[in-house]
């Protein structure tokens, strides 16, 4: 569209699994009669030979020849039509809907603005009391919110927006100042990718107490009011304040996630970090005494109940060794209070020094590190090291240290990359578990601020 | 025997509150009152969850070239896997059919929605149209 409103003409080519996407991705930046053109799904597995075959083809949405299609594309003259100009405001409906308790979950659900479990409907009544959980001003704007920063639309939002998301979710005003924080990091909880992407949502600071989140026994379960309905709340925001979630336009996830209904809202177990461990958010700069909310993006979790022969701190090593998910290059690990105590009597003084311990002492698999250095896998064979010696190191362990932040592909290399491991203490102590995922941190956000 | 529900309830739990609020509780107050129980349900009034979408500005399209003959097509991957190579096919089938269309291949830079800067200022430059390939 760049191109287009630069004076050139253009032919963007989509796989028909998109088409809707597509579309509505046009008609949402302007242009909702931008000549694309469809190609058969998928594309990535068809040979050269079989590419070109698509090309002396037809279009599998107008049936019409590709090639000529595309050429059309580019020099076929306008219409009327797709020479309009003017604005368009989007309607969301009217400001309330009448009806009973009944017809009114029916339309709510029906019309996606839920995660299709029953709410609490939100009357204005309800609204006002949640809006005494804040002293910031109804009509206040916190930010806007999309499934897709920079590919799908940003909606704005404010306070009372949230409120009445609030309310749905279950809420009390008490819960808020969190969900009012989630919500100013403008991150949704329904990323569009085709990926599934996962989100989890951790508190520290003195609001785990004051609102009774549990950290305890079944710290990651449906076991504690807020848990339960903060990373309800997220979700349901992200549908109705940022258009997110809907199936085929703002969300591709082809194999979804079931940690979208609640987001791993959790709260970490602060009260029992072995000495020199820092919560997590003094770790990324706030106070102690500070009530903060973080977000953290992934995909999966594993669940590990094993009893090794070796200290837990090994075994984790070896388990990130052989880790392998979309995202390959950082890791949450979620601790029982129990394992982080070893950890400490084993020498590990602090989060930091375990991480760097982690980072640096694990290994990458021959078959993953030569699928993803493709480059390097060349110059091996052509006896250039390290790569030769890696090449004679046959199937084994690769000593390639993964985790690391070295920058994005294509960008600067940092010099002094840092270890791209969190951690994170929580549980209730009752047996030494604990749980790794490619969970990369996002962001924090004061919940102090919403109080 | 009549039986007292609240103290058989209470035994097993069930605060007096909540027998309070039960409408066979209700219904049972008001039979005594002599008024007939009302089962229609009630209307309520609820609020739009939803938040403020961007007005959209209609973009008019870029006015067409009256031929692809003797011009620069721009052929540009946005970095999803295979898009190189199927751009790859559509340079040769310009070889093929309409050999005076020049054919410059780029992949765009960054993730599939940056901008590219660098790019735009060469087709502004250089070029005349532009093919780009492809949501997966």
């Not at chain 1, 002492?361 to 890696?390: F, I, M």
């Not at chain 2, 609020?47 to 959209?56: E, F, S």
């Not at chain 2, 006015?63 to 097509?73: N, S």
Request: with cysteine; proline share 7%; glycine share 8%.
């Amino acid at each position: 569209m760049q191109v287009e409103k630069m004076g050139f003409p253009t032919a963007p080519l989509v796989t028909i699994a998109f088409k809707d996407l597509a579309k509505s991705n046009a008609a949402s930046r302007g242009m909702p009669l931008e000549r694309v053109c469809f190609l058969p799904h998928p594309m990535t597995n068809k040979s050269d030979e079989e590419m070109y075959k698509v090309l002396e083809g037809n279009d599998p949405v107008t049936n019409k020849p590709l090639m000529p299609e595309i050429i059309a594309a580019l020099t076929q003259p306008l219409t009327a039509d797709e020479k309009k100009t003017g604005t368009i405001s989007p309607d969301i409906g009217p400001p309330t809907y009448v009806g009973t308790q009944d017809e009114l979950q029916r339309l709510y659900c029906d019309n996606n603005l839920t995660d299709f479990m029953p709410i609490i409907l939100p009357t204005e009544e309800k609204v006002e009391a949640m809006l005494k959980g804040t002293s910031h001003k109804p009509d206040e704007v916190i930010g806007k919110l999309s499934a897709a920063q920079g590919a799908q639309p940003s909606w704005t939002f404010t306070v009372r927006h949230v409120a009445i998301n609030a309310v749905m979710a279950g809420a009390s005003p008490e819960h808020l100042p969190v969900i009012l924080a989630i919500s100013s990091t403008g991150q949704p909880s329904l990323f569009s990718s085709t990926s599934s992407f996962s989100r989890m949502v951790m508190l520290n600071g003195p609001i785990s107490d004051q609102i009774k989140m549990n950290y305890g026994i079944g710290a990651m379960g449906p076991f504690a009011e807020p848990n339960a309905v903060i990373g309800r709340a997220w979700t349901i925001l992200s549908k109705n304040l940022g258009g997110c979630g809907v199936p085929g336009l703002s969300y591709l996830g082809t194999l979804g996630s079931n940690f979208n209904y609640n987001n791993l809202c959790i709260a970490e177990t602060e009260n029992r970090l072995p000495d020199g461990w820092k919560p997590f958010h003094v770790q990324k700069g706030f106070k102690a005494d500070e009530s903060v909310v973080s977000i953290f993006s992934g995909w999966s979790l594993n669940n590990v109940a094993w009893f090794p022969n070796m200290p837990y701190h090994e075994l984790i090593k070896n388990w990130l060794t052989h880790f392998f998910s979309f995202g390959t290059t950082a890791a949450t690990l979620l601790l029982d209070p129990t394992i982080a105590r070893e950890a400490k009597e084993k020498g590990f003084n602090s989060k930091e020094e375990l991480s760097d311990y982690w980072s640096k002492n694990s290994k990458t698999p021959a078959w993953l590190y030569w699928d993803q250095h493709q480059r390097e896998l060349k110059q091996g064979q052509q006896g250039v090291e390290p790569y030769a010696s890696y090449l004679k190191m046959g199937d084994g362990e690769i000593p390639f240290q993964r985790f690391y932040r070295r920058g994005r592909p294509g960008g600067p290399v940092d010099a002094n990359p840092k270890s791209s491991i969190e951690i994170i203490v929580l549980g209730g102590e009752t047996n030494t578990y604990w749980a790794g995922g490619d969970f990369s941190y996002v962001t924090s956000a004061s919940i102090d601020k919403w109080r | 025997m009549k039986i007292n529900r609240r103290k058989l309830l209470s035994l097993i739990g069930v605060s007096p509150a909540v027998l309070a609020g039960s409408p066979a509780l209700a219904d049972d107050k008001k039979k005594k009152n002599g008024k007939a129980a009302s089962h229609g349900p009630e209307k309520i009034e609820v609020l739009n969850p939803k938040g403020m979408p961007p007005a959209v500005q209609l973009v008019p399209m870029a006015p067409r070239l009256d031929t692809l003959e003797g011009k620069t097509v721009f052929l540009v991957s946005d970095g999803f896997a295979g898009a190189d190579r199927f751009l790859n096919q559509i340079a040769i089938w310009f070889q093929k059919n309409m050999p005076s269309v020049k054919t410059v291949y780029r992949l765009k830079a960054g993730s599939y929605f940056d901008d590219d800067p660098k790019l735009m200022a060469e087709i502004k430059a250089s070029g005349n149209a532009m093919i780009m390939a492809y949501g997966h």
